[in-house]
Nanobody, 123 residues
Framework: QLQLVESGGGLVQPGGSLRLSCAASGFGFNFKPIGWFRQAPGKEREGVSCISTVGGRTNYADSVKGRFTISRDNAKNTVYLQMNSLKPEDTAVYYC????????????????WGQGTQVTVSS
């Protein structure tokens, strides 16, 4: 079974950058698209991004397109989310999860997520 652990969150000013990491253990990482979703206080969960098994295809929510970049290093069993030009509305707990072979960002496509990492964008 796949286990995922997120890290890299923190407090950053608007316009700043953070890089989240998702470390995987267990079976199946190299065979699964992996992605990120987030949940802000009082809001529904939102699919943010998904990357294919070897990284050749990516998908992004419109709200982060052009600002966030997802990547993976299968040798290190790790997926990254580089977040630039951060906005206060990006404040949320970010979760790493398997995102399904269709790579859709609907929440029903995500499973096996970790405990999450808090990202706070504030001056």
């Amino acid at each position: 079974q796949l286990q995922l652990v997120e890290s890299g969150g923190g407090l950053v000013q608007p316009g700043g950058s953070l890089r989240l990491s998702c470390a995987a253990s267990g079976f199946g990482f190299n065979f699964k698209p992996i992605g990120w979703f987030r949940q802000a206080p009082g809001k529904e969960r939102e699919g943010v991004s998904c990357i294919s098994t070897v990284g050749g295809r990516t998908n992004y929510a419109d709200s982060v397109k052009g600002r966030f970049t997802i990547s993976r290093d299968n040798a290190k069993n790790t997926v990254y989310l580089q977040m630039n030009s951060l906005k206060p509305e990006d404040t949320a707990v970010y979760y790493c999860a398997a995102c399904g072979y269709g790579m859709g960002l609907s929440l029903s496509n995500f499973d096996s997520w970790g405990q999450g990492t808090q990202v706070t964008v504030s001056s």
